[in-house]
């Protein structure tokens, strides 16, 4: 019943109050958690049984399956006009996805970042691009529309559409050394060799249900941040950056974790970088949601300070990638994993305090 109750803007009328919108919201993201953990398996097998490229299939597939949060939240939060939670959360997720990035290369330090092809460049470039549009469109107030659509969202979405071609055809750009058989692939083993032991049309049908389950929880995850900022006066630029940002993006970090544990290196960097480029297309299905104008122009300048953070994070994290090798992989300590955290939290503090 109470579940039910949060899925309409309505509740915030005073349905739910402050403690039971936090109960939903653990309990959702624990339901997310879930789901994610599952799809990384699913991902690489498929990879291995089609022959397509663990890069692509992590840009594309996985990335578009860990993103459904993101894209259910932000059509729901534009409903229930909430444009600053809307866009937040995807300038916010693209930030949390790079401190996730940090996070797996401390975690499995060495093994992950001299270990995966430079075409990622390539990715974070163009991620890094439809964020600069979306940001300019912000700063900006821009008003040029289609219908009551943003020209900058469906400019983006189109440039997403273009760019998920060049992927596909992209040659494979293997840094020297990448075979050295001091860099192991795992044999997959617990869940993951369940997953291998499936058919391929089983592999389909549970990564479906996995991406379906993310989809049904996302809006109540959503609507429960909205009830959480109504009820305690945070902005929500912030709670959209912070809160539901790491939230959506938790998808993201279970299957990148699960992809280099399996040893699909490519495809746990492929989900966070595509998941960026994903982001900044989502704007236009939330614009679509936003009747009331361009959302792009809604919204508060605090998000251009996030979505600096993001082209800020994609660039130090693709020139630590780029920058690694051989040699720097056994060191000891690299200090690009920390550099990363520390901007993820500036940034964060510079958004509460202009949001």
């Given amino acids: 019943m109470l579940g039910t109750r949060i899925l309409s803007p309505s509740c915030y009328e005073g349905g739910v109050n402050l403690w039971q919108a936090i109960l939903i919201f653990l309990l959702s993201a624990a339901v ?4 994610g953990s599952s799809l990384a398996g699913y991902a690489d097998q498929i990879a291995e049984r089609m022959r397509m490229s663990r890069l692509f299939v992590g840009t594309l597939m996985l990335a578009f399956a860990t993103s459904l949060p993101e894209l259910v939240t932000d059509i729901t939060a534009a409903r229930a006009g909430a444009p600053d939670l809307a866009v937040g959360d995807l300038f916010g ?19 992950v970042w001299p270990s995966v092809e430079l075409g990622h460049a390539r990715v974070a470039s163009v991620g890094i691009a439809l964020t600069a549009i979306a940001a300019l469109s912000v700063f900006t107030k821009s008003t040029l529309n289609i219908g009551w659509v943003g020209l900058a969202p469906i400019l983006i979405a189109v440039i997403y559409v273009l760019s998920m071609a060049w992927f596909r055809r992209m040659p494979l750009l293997a840094r020297p050394g990448l075979e050295s058989p001091e860099i192991p692939m795992q044999k997959p083993t617990g869940w993951s060799q369940k997953a291998a032991d499936m058919s391929l049309r089983g592999l389909w049908f549970r990564f479906g249900t ?5 989809l049904l929880t996302a809006p109540i995850t959503t609507l429960s941040v909205k009830a959480i900022a109504d009820s305690t ?4 630029t912030f709670l959209g950056a912070a809160l539901l940002a790491v939230t959506t993006s938790l998808p993201e970090l279970i299957a990148s974790i699960a992809s280099v544990r ?3 290196y490519d495809m746990a960097v492929g989900n966070l970088f595509g998941s960026n480029v994903a982001n900044m297309s989502i704007l236009v299905f939330a614009d679509l949601a936003y009747t009331d104008g361009p959302i792009l122009a ?6 251009v300070v996030a979505a600096l953070g993001a082209i800020l994070l994609m660039s130090v994290a693709v020139a630590a990638i780029v920058g690694e090798s051989e040699q720097t992989r056994l060191r000891k300590f690299e200090p690009d994993a920390i550099v990363l955290l520390i901007i993820y939290a500036a ?6 305090f202009y949001g």
């Fill in 32 to 35: 997310l958690v879930r789901a």
């Fill in 93 to 111: 997720s693209s930030m949390a996805n790079m401190a996730i990035l940090a996070i797996i290369d401390l975690l499995y330090r060495g093994k």
């Fill in 210 to 214: 996995s991406a379906l389950l993310i």
């Fill in 233 to 236: 006066g945070i902005a929500q």
């Fill in 262 to 264: 399996i040893g699909a």
């Fill in 298 to 303: 809604a919204v508060s300048q605090g998000q």
């Fill in 347 to 352: 940034t964060l503090v510079a958004v509460a």
